[in-house]
């Protein structure tokens, strides 16, 4: 028999909790129909001050009331995730502005074997989302497909289905708003199934409780955060190929404007920052698959699933930072042995600073890519030695079967 648990957090919210709370009520019937046979409404008054617990008691028995000091949108969800009973967890807002009838469809896709089902109010159902929120849950939404590898179309929805056992995956969760995004993140890079299904948004009437600019940021700073920790090429690649385009298109204008006549020459402080931006490109970029390689260390989960050689480390371009590296050493020393050569460091030169410092760069770009490969190397051989290692402790005896032919017996 399966269990619906709906935690319901509340902070002042005497005008709208008992609309809620009985709209809760009365999906019982629908959630039978989809194979729920029981419903617990827990509602966590986190610290209100007006009339919000008194309300919540007059329906008796049929809701939980938990009352706890203030501690946050997320942390009155997880103090209800703790008390709750049901192998399925509900939760949604106590404003009214989330449908509790959408419930059965997704404890439905839940039962049929997802891990996480959101309610998205982006998926095309009808929403009175404000716009300036609309756009900030686009932005969000991009953000965490793109870290995550994943399409997600609203990744701080705050009405979800989930299985009570993957807790201990998905946790530590922050204490405040961010704690959907940061839970969607979480699950996503964990190789949990999340499936979107489309619901109505109603906006909550009265003051929200979200600061757009505030809690926008917080949003951000959740997801990326949540993101280094599991995938950092992802952020640090993402910056070094981006600082990498940059030079090549600052190297590709010089190039067309003196071809078109457009320039005279070369622009000296143009190619600096080319070569400025390159060398923090490789920089970044090899920094983010380092990181890949360390964090790798840690989600043991996520090795025996195959994740970390899906994505991040994917590509194994790191394999080839060796030579890369040599390339650009060598690449240095011949530059300032062709400038020595040709008197282009002569200091009556108006730019006799420029190939020393081009070689300078190129040299030490040679040993970051050298010294990555090396650290690389021995962060992936970390990560498989204990895989390796409990091979060889459960190593089974294989017996002998083809028969060993003997030597004819001479007289």
């Not at 399925?88 to 106590?94: S, V």
């Not at 190939?355 to 021995?378: C, E, F, N, T, Y």
Request: charged letters at 20%; hydrophobic letters at 45%; one cysteine or more.
């Amino acid at each position: 028999m399966a269990t619906l648990s709906v935690v319901i957090p509340a902070y002042n919210e005497e005008d709208g909790i008992a609309a809620i709370v009985e709209r809760v009520l009365a999906i019982r019937p629908a959630l039978k129909e989809v194979g729920v046979d029981d419903l617990e409404c827990i509602v966590v008054d986190d610290g209100s001050k007006d009339r919000t617990a008194a309300i919540v008691q007059g329906f008796g028995d049929q809701v939980r009331l938990i009352r706890q000091q203030n501690r946050g949108y997320g942390g009155a969800l997880k103090t209800g995730f703790s008390q709750a009973r049901g192998e399925l967890i509900g939760f949604l807002d106590a404003d009214s502005t989330y449908p509790p009838e959408y419930f059965p469809a997704m404890c439905r896709e839940v039962l049929a074997g997802a891990d996480i089902v959101i309610g998205s109010r982006m998926a095309g159902a009808h929403s009175e989302m404000p716009l300036v929120r609309r756009i900030g849950n686009t932005i969000f939404a991009t953000m965490l497909s793109l870290v995550a590898g994943v399409r997600i179309s609203d990744s701080a929805s705050g009405q979800r289905v989930l299985r009570r056992s993957i807790l201990p995956i998905i946790y530590p969760l922050p204490n405040t708003l961010d704690f959907t995004p940061a839970m969607s993140t979480r699950a996503l890079h964990e190789g949990l199934r999340m499936v979107e299904i489309p619901i109505p948004y109603k906006e909550r009437s009265g003051r929200s409780k979200l600061h757009v600019i505030r809690d926008g940021l917080r949003f951000t700073k959740s997801i990326v955060w949540t993101a280094l920790t599991y995938n950092p090429v992802r952020i640090f690649g993402g910056l070094g190929l981006l600082l990498l385009l940059l030079a090549g298109l600052l190297i590709l204008g010089q190039s067309i404007g003196i071809a078109l006549g457009m320039l005279l020459g070369w622009s000296f402080p143009q190619l600096f920052g080319a070569l400025v931006l390159a060398v923090a490109g490789v920089t970044l970029y090899t920094t983010g698959t380092s990181f890949s390689y360390l964090v790798a260390l840690f989600h043991k989960r996520a090795i025996r699933q195959g994740l970390f050689g899906r994505r991040g480390n994917g590509r194994r371009i790191e394999r080839h930072y060796w030579w890369l590296g040599l390339l650009a050493m060598i690449g240095g020393v011949m530059t300032y042995v062709a400038a020595v050569a040709f008197d282009l460091t002569n200091p009556a030169l108006p730019h006799s600073w420029f190939a020393p410092v081009v070689s300078a760069m190129l040299v030490l770009m040679g040993v970051q890519l050298v010294s990555a490969w090396g650290l690389a190397r021995v962060l992936a051989e970390l990560s498989r030695r204990e895989s390796e290692q409990e091979a060889d402790l459960n190593w089974t005896y294989v017996p002998l079967t083809t028969p060993v032919e003997t030597a004819p017996q001479t007289a």
